[in-house]
């Protein structure tokens, strides 16, 4: 079964402390793999998509790796507005696969000024 | 460029009532899912319409459903409405197969 376990639950930084977000997956054939932010009472926020190991992406404080078994969201120097959840998803290949994201359950990111 | 649009932001309704979910998506996109947003479950995906067709369903009970028009807007049902139907309801449009950008959600409390 298509599954995604995202670590920690929450997490709690000081402005300026880097750390990294971990997204575990076991997956029937990866077609994709995406990070999402939702703010409390919002629809996820787009961040990246990567699909196939050793691929890297960056958007400001954030860098999205990924490797066979699991992906990291490193956040450098976050500040506050970085405070969040953070959403992780797998898109397994094949057409019975079509439109359909598996969600982990995410990580709720705190950053104390 | 004008975002997803999800009507209403918010409903409450009745045990045993019926609702009807709106999405508006991107000009251009023709692909459009659902999913159910619960503290306890998370995102979970309901089902995908792509050009009025629906091309895939996750594990919700027949009482779910949905449809698309021809201008790729979608609606989903929810009929004879549980207390545990209470959910943020998302939808996402994409172009086809990726690039999934998702509405503000339908907060819907069943009472």
């Known amino acids: 079964e298509d599954q995604v376990t995202q670590s920690p639950e929450a997490l709690r930084l000081q402005e300026g402390e880097s750390s990294s977000l971990n997204c575990s997956y076991t997956v029937s054939g990866l077609r994709g793999l995406f990070w999402y932010r939702q703010d409390p009472g919002k629809g996820p926020e787009f961040l990246f998509t990567?699909?196939?190991a050793g691929e890297e992406k960056e958007k400001e404080r954030l860098k999205a790796t990924l490797t066979k078994k699991e992906s990291f969201l490193h956040i450098t120097a976050p500040k506050p507005e970085d405070s969040a959840t953070y959403l992780c998803a797998v898109q397994a290949q094949g057409s019975s696969n079509t439109g359909k994201l598996i969600f982990g359950q995410g990580t709720t990111l705190q950053v104390k000024p | 460029k004008a975002g997803v649009t999800q009507t209403p932001r918010y409903l409450i309704k009745t045990r045993g009532q019926q609702v009807t979910l709106s999405c508006s998506p991107i000009s251009g996109h023709r692909s459009v899912s659902w999913y159910q947003q619960t503290p306890g479950q998370g995102l979970q995906f309901l089902f995908e319409?792509?050009?009025?067709?629906?091309?895939n369903k996750g594990n919700f009970p027949g009482r779910f459903s949905g449809r698309q028009f021809s201008n790729s807007r979608s609606e989903m049902n929810v009929s004879t409405l549980e207390l545990g139907d209470s959910a943020l309801y998302l939808c996402?449009?994409?172009?086809?197969?990726?690039?999934?950008?998702f509405g503000s959600g339908t907060r819907l409390t069943v009472v």
């Open positions: 990567l699909y196939s």
């Open positions: 319409y792509f050009s009025e067709t629906q091309r």
């Open positions: 996402a449009s994409s172009p086809d197969r990726d690039g999934y950008t």
